[in-house]
């Protein structure tokens, strides 16, 4: 079946650093593959995705690319911010049921 | 404007109790779901409907009874609840994916945080 792997968190960084969250995944086929965020006490938003190999997805600086070879969508941000304190989740989706495959989630933590 | 709405936000009752959880949708979506985030973030799918018509089912307890009066409806009803079920439940929508197949991302509510004491 399909399934999405994150690196545990919690993950600590100090403002202005750069930050990387793995995201490895398994599925036939060509999936969807999503980043949603989760700020603290709110619900789940949509970060960015790729539709297909080699896609670049990008919002807030953040951007993820789809590596169809590796079967990874690793996140990045070249400088975070302590507003970017938050649960991060990769996510696959088929397009066949439309249900979404969720990882584990990755807490970011960023301190001033 | 909010795009898809769940009250109520929090929830505290006894086992044994029911309760329902409503979402709507103004997004003119046709496919509605509803997720369970556990209490280590873990994010699982438990229904779909699409156009009020029952799509995907969890091997989610009986207990559960999803309910979708129309396309931008769809409720949550939790008979003799207990204490495994507390939990925060999502709601949420996207398009249909059509003869095409496309897959459309979702969009989740706010969250319901169930407590079951």
């Known amino acids: 079946g399909n399934s999405v792997t994150q690196m545990e968190g919690p993950v600590t960084l100090s403002e202005e650093a750069f930050l990387t969250i793995n995201c490895t995944y398994t599925?036939?086929?060509?999936?969807?593959l999503f980043w949603y965020v989760q700020y603290p006490g709110e619900g789940l938003q949509l970060l960015l995705k790729?539709?297909?190999?080699?896609d670049k997805g990008s919002n807030k600086g953040f951007e993820a690319t789809y590596r169809k070879e590796t079967t990874s969508f690793h996140l990045e941000k070249g400088s975070v911010q302590v507003s970017d304190s938050a649960v991060y989740f990769c996510?696959?989706?088929?397009?066949?049921?439309?249900?979404?495959?969720f990882g584990g989630g990755t807490r970011v933590l960023v301190k001033p | 404007d909010t795009a898809v709405s769940q009250t109520p936000k929090y929830l505290v009752t006894q086992m044994g109790n029911d309760k329902s959880i409503k979402c709507e949708q103004n997004?003119?979506?046709?496919?509605m779901y509803w997720y369970k985030q556990d209490s280590k973030k873990f994010l699982k799918i438990m229904f779909s409907?699409?156009?009020?018509?029952?799509?995907i089912n969890e091997t989610v307890p009986n207990r559960f009874s999803p309910k979708s009066p129309d396309k931008a409806h769809l409720n949550l009803h939790i008979n003799s609840l207990e204490l495994g079920d507390s939990a925060v439940y999502f709601c949420?929508?996207?398009?249909?994916?059509?003869?095409?197949?496309?897959?459309?991302?979702?969009?989740f509510g706010p969250g319901t945080r169930l407590t079951v004491t």
């Open positions: 949420a929508s996207s398009q249909e994916g059509g003869q095409r197949r496309r897959a459309y991302e979702q969009y």
């Open positions: 599925a036939t086929g060509y999936p969807s």
């Open positions: 790729a539709t297909k190999a080699d």
């Open positions: 996510a696959l989706l088929k397009a066949a049921g439309n249900k979404l495959t």
């Open positions: 997004l003119g979506h046709d496919t």
């Open positions: 409907y699409n156009n009020k018509e029952l799509i």
